[in-house]
């Protein structure tokens, strides 16, 4: 049985809703986190929310010292730490590719010289790019990389080769992936080198690609962070959530209390070992719906404002089929969207939030990256 599980990134908005879950198992939980300004904000302090039980260490998990301190022992690691985002990897890319790749490698090769029992790496969605679409024919078949010109002309939909429109269907582990962005490659580096180094030393691995995650302690002044968020930030300032494209791309919203599940159940469950799981909700909502659906669950009268712009890395449908994840760990979403949207409203009236939408927006259009 676990005993002691590190949580790298553990400090933030899933990793500690998963210490959360784990205390209440009886699990004790060592937490190594930077308290990186974008997510934590100035001043690096304990967050309010953490549970007193946990163990908070301080440190990069690219320090090679202060990974190896976290380590001992603990029986089990769950790998969150990253910095998030598809637009600012674009541009903050050595930053990215250091913590995410970089900062995963020290970890494995502090493993390498002392192995846990398991180790659950966080991966993303972002690595399928487009996901699976169906033709008229009823062939599943792999959305093709929309080009520029096509979305210069505001034509947002993918079609087949003949033109004819495709159907978006759930997106399973199997889909071969398709990495538009810096953030994607540097999740996708995140599981392969898991999962190569795990197999190796005899540790047991799992990969778990989280779809759009979202609930309480997600850091609303961070405009990189999960579109939810970002909503919810532009409305606490009485400003429109801004939508790009025509609003009508689906995604997958996952509960955060789902995540946090689904990790501790990867934790104890061997039938995974060396494999990667979709965590969704397997339920697909257009991003326009999600703006409404936030402001109505806050009591906000504000419509979202549909830019018609487009950024470069971005996708146009992409939802998890998560009957792998079912299987393997019985991981069943319970959290309905609409339960889920009233409890991140309620959160929210005791929360305030820098709006720094329009200027990251802005900073993406100089660089070419939002048109």
């Not at 553990?10 to 210490?19: E, T």
């Not at 959360?20 to 990186?36: A, P």
């Not at 759930?170 to 795990?198: H, N």
């Not at 919810?232 to 791309?249: K, M, T």
Request: contains cysteine; neutral net charge; hydrophobic residues 40%.
């Amino acid at each position: 049985m676990t005993e002691r599980v590190l949580i790298t990134g553990g400090a933030g908005f899933i990793g500690s809703h998963l210490a959360d879950n784990l205390l209440r198992r009886g699990v004790r939980v060592r937490v190594l986190d930077n308290l990186d300004p974008q997510v934590h904000g100035d001043g690096r302090r304990r967050p309010r929310y953490l549970a007193r039980d946990v163990e908070l260490l301080v440190g990069d998990v690219r320090d090679a010292a202060r990974v190896a301190e976290a380590l001992q022992g603990c029986d089990a690691v769950v790998h969150l730490a990253a910095k998030v985002g598809v637009g600012q990897s674009m541009y903050r890319i050595e930053e990215y590719t250091s913590v995410n790749a970089a900062g995963t490698a020290v970890l494995l090769e502090a493993l390498s010289r002392r192995p846990v029992g398991r180790l659950v790496v966080a991966s993303s969605m972002s690595v399928y790019g487009e996901g699976l679409y169906r033709r008229g024919d009823g062939q599943v078949v792999e959305g093709r990389r929309r080009t520029l010109e096509q979305l210069r002309r505001g034509f947002w939909e993918l079609s087949d080769q003949d033109g004819a429109p495709l159907v978006p269907e759930a997106t399973p582990e199997t889909k071969a992936p398709c990495l538009e962005s810096v953030y994607a490659l540097g999740k996708y580096d995140q599981e392969r080198m898991s999962l190569l180094v795990g197999q190796a030393y005899g540790i047991p691995t799992v990969a778990l690609r989280f779809f759009n995650v979202y609930g309480p302690r997600q850091a609303l002044s961070n405009p990189y962070t999960g579109v939810l968020a970002i909503f919810a930030a532009r409305l606490l300032n009485g400003n429109a959530p801004l939508v790009f494209e025509d609003g009508e791309q689906r995604r997958d919203f996952v509960s955060v209390h789902d995540v946090a599940e689904a990790c501790a159940q990867a934790l104890t469950s061997s039938s995974v070992d060396f494999d990667v799981l979709n965590i969704g909700s397997g339920e697909a909502h257009s991003v326009r719906e999600v703006a409404e659906r936030v402001a109505k669950a806050c009591g906000r009268r504000i419509a979202p404002e549909v830019t018609r712009q487009y950024r470069v890395g971005d996708i146009r449908h992409c939802f998890a089929d998560v009957s792998r994840a079912r299987e393997r760990i019985g991981y069943t979403p319970r959290v309905s969207f609409d339960q889920g949207l009233a409890e991140l409203a309620t959160w929210l009236e005791g929360q305030t939030a820098k709006d720094s939408v329009v200027e990251a927006r802005a900073e993406l259009q100089a660089r070419g990256l939002a048109l």
